[in-house]
């Protein structure tokens, strides 16, 4: 396995971590090219707790990315004392991040796992525990509309939060009771992406990340055997 980047994301990244907030971490790898064309492919996915960590081998994560997956796509828009490793194919990654957008995917995307959020919320328990879960699935919900909207119709996403304080203190009112404050939230991002006009494309450029791809897999291609 070769890393080529990984970085800090969730709650220390968006800015909204707590003294009991998980340090949660994401990456990209690239497994040895050779190891595609035999009986058992590599692993795609590697995923660890304690620490949080989750790494994806490049044509998986490319895959994510490509879908609008709100998470995968964040990797390549962290602020830079959030990266850990920053290779020169992570840097070409980073560099083509447009290339993974498209107004569609992104609006489905953002809409779709916040309106997970809301599910967990709409099922939630009054318990000690129950509560903060419910607090922090409220901002996640909160965030992801965030960050959905201002992606949508500006073709950046925002990684830190401008106002993390607003979206503690929403969490908080749902939590305690004011679910249908989460429900307005939901019904007013859906307006809005309606409303704007994105500057997004209809389709994610496929070729550009292509190319990237399989920059990738020749790099990782095992060295030419000498011939004396």
């Known amino acids: 396995m070769h890393l080529l980047l990984s970085g800090i994301v969730g709650s220390v990244a968006y800015g909204l971590a707590g003294p009991d907030s998980d340090v949660d971490r ?91 959020q809301f599910r967990k919320l709409a099922g939630r328990d009054s318990t000690v525990g129950g509560r903060r879960r419910s607090a922090k699935h409220a901002r996640h919900l909160a965030r992801l509309l965030h960050q959905g909207r201002v992606l949508y119709a500006t073709g950046v996403l925002e990684i830190r939060l401008a106002d993390p304080e607003w979206f503690r203190a929403f969490g908080e009112r749902v939590a305690a009771g004011a679910l249908d404050e989460a429900e307005a939230l939901v019904a007013a991002a859906e307006r809005d992406f309606d409303r704007i006009r994105t500057p997004l494309p209809e389709r994610p450029d496929e070729e550009t990340v292509e190319r990237w791809l399989l920059a990738v897999r020749a790099a990782h291609l095992p060295p030419e055997p000498r011939r004396d």
Request: proline fraction near 8%; glycine fraction near 10%.
């Open 26 to 116: 994401i990456g990209v790898f690239a497994a040895p090219t050779v190891a595609f064309h035999g009986l058992h492919p590599p692993q795609e996915s590697v995923v660890t707790t304690g620490p949080d960590l989750t790494l994806h081998e490049a044509g998986k994560y490319a895959r994510l990315a490509l879908s609008g997956n709100p998470t995968a796509t964040e990797l390549m828009w962290l602020p830079d004392e959030c990266y850990e490793t920053r290779t020169g194919l992570g840097e070409r990654l980073i560099g083509i991040r447009t290339a993974f957008l498209s107004g569609p995917r992104v609006r489905d995307a953002y809409l779709g796992y916040a309106a997970q």
